[in-house]
């Protein structure tokens, strides 16, 4: 099978390097970005004959479409305001398509294709990365353990192994997408009704051994369509950002101060917009490629019938920097499982044909399994 990889940037690598090193099936693999050079280089560290690199221009709806051509199955690792397009350019060109997510309202367009990529015969699965992505499968594979289910909560977030001040923070994916975690709203289940919640609120403690004090927080996004997924099946189900303790005081102040919005506003006669430029500084003072974890835990409440009582389940995933690759642990945990995803749709594994939440489509035990296959390990607790 043919596989194409749109965008190279860490998550285009980690991907292209998961289609070429950790699966035996795939024969091709094309990866393509605005920057040939940049696609080169990909290509290059991969270090394969089996892959070639391209040049995209991600809005130019017919090059896109001419190059998804003749390729099995497409994962956008590019900006998310791209992907309701490339939907439509994958349902043309008849390729499943998979892609990172990042946004609701752009989930949102994409599931409205469903009735036309039913016709095309193919999958378009959003938010296939960490969170939405894998936690949404992880969530059904834990639900399955219960003969009655009353809370999901899901906690992640990946952090720098060596935390510099002020915020114990490093760039692991777009500024963009960090910034809109943080300004949307946040949607949960609460008392069995699904509700909005502002982000960078509900701080909480948590601890993973072997780490120094963390803390958690409602962010946008990470439930993705798990609420509607599990409206009338559970009682409670959120979803907040793992940090350093201490990081979500210091970014909320400089949200509170008006640095992330994008109204224009002039400053010594020049317009501007508070968000670019506070992206601009945090790309440019924030570290991006120092070695990294990223901790992954969901905490299950219901009841078996086999047990008496309240009976918890929890997963706990720890996964870091990758040595001997040089693939970082937020590639790991993003990329593979877009590949993974991407693998199962071009395999014919999938067999949901249309738009669908990637929690209705794939197999969780079968996910899961591949995951293991590539040492991203879950640790389980039961009480």
Same mark, same amino acid.
């Given at each position: 099978?043919?596989? &194409? ?36 280089? $990909?290509?290059?560290?991969?270090? +394969? ?36 397009? *490339? ?23 994409? *599931?409205?294709? %469903? ?28 639900? /399955? ?10 906690? $992640? ?18 500024? @963009? ?48 369509? &798990? ?9 409670? &189900? %959120? ?5 350093? /303790?201490?990081?979500? @005081?210091?970014?909320? +102040? ?9 109204? @224009? ?16 500084? *945090? ?5 991006? %490629? ?22 918890? *389940?929890?997963?706990?995933?720890? %996964? ?12 790991? +945990?993003? /990329? ?33 399994? @591949? ?13």
């Amino acid at each position: 099978m043919k596989i &194409l990889v749109l965008g190279a940037g860490r998550m285009g690598h980690g991907a292209a390097f998961d289609l070429v090193h950790n699966s035996t099936d795939v024969d091709a693999v094309t990866v393509a970005d605005f920057d040939l050079k940049k696609a080169e280089e $990909v290509a290059e560290k991969v270090g +394969t004959s089996r892959i070639d690199a391209h040049h995209v221009d991600a809005s130019n709806y017919s090059d896109v479409v001419a190059l998804m051509n003749g390729h099995d199955a497409v994962i956008s690792c590019v900006n998310y305001w791209y992907n309701e397009s *490339l939907s439509r350019a994958a349902i043309e060109s008849k390729a499943s398509f998979c892609d990172l997510g990042g946004n609701n309202y752009v989930v949102d367009e994409q *599931l409205a294709l %469903d009735d036309e990529a039913k016709a095309a015969g193919i999958s378009i699965i959003p938010d296939c990365g960490l969170a939405p992505g894998m936690v949404s499968i992880l969530a059904m594979h834990g639900a /399955a353990q219960f003969d009655q289910l009353d809370e999901i909560h899901i906690r $992640v977030g990946g952090l720098p192994q060596n935390p510099q001040p002020p915020l114990e923070y490093q760039l692991v994916f777009s500024v @963009e997408g960090l910034i809109n975690e943080y300004i949307e709203i946040a949607r949960v289940i609460r008392d069995g009704q699904i509700k909005t919640v502002e982000s960078m609120t509900e701080l909480e403690s948590l601890a993973f051994e072997g780490f120094p004090p963390l803390e958690a927080f409602q962010t946008s996004g990470g439930t993705s369509t &798990l609420p509607d997924t599990f409206l009338g099946k559970v009682k409670q &189900l %959120d979803y907040k950002t793992i940090r350093y /303790a201490g990081h979500c @005081e210091k970014f909320k +102040t400089m949200i509170d101060l008006g640095l992330c919005s994008s109204e @224009e506003m002039v400053a010594d006669f020049v317009k501007v917009k508070p968000r670019k430029v506070f992206g601009e500084l *945090l790309q440019q003072h924030l570290p991006a %490629d120092g070695p990294d974890y990223v901790l992954v835990r969901l905490e299950f409440v219901g009841q078996k019938h086999d047990r008496e009582g309240v009976n918890r *389940l929890r997963y706990d995933i720890v %996964d870091k920097q990758d040595e001997k690759t040089g693939l970082s642990a937020m590639m790991r +945990t993003t /990329a593979f499982p877009a590949s993974i995803i991407a693998q199962m749709m071009a395999k014919g594994d999938i067999l949901m044909r249309g738009a669908t939440p990637q929690e209705k489509a794939i197999d969780p035990e079968k996910f899961v399994a @591949e995951l293991s296959r590539r040492s991203i390990d879950i640790r389980t607790f039961e009480d």
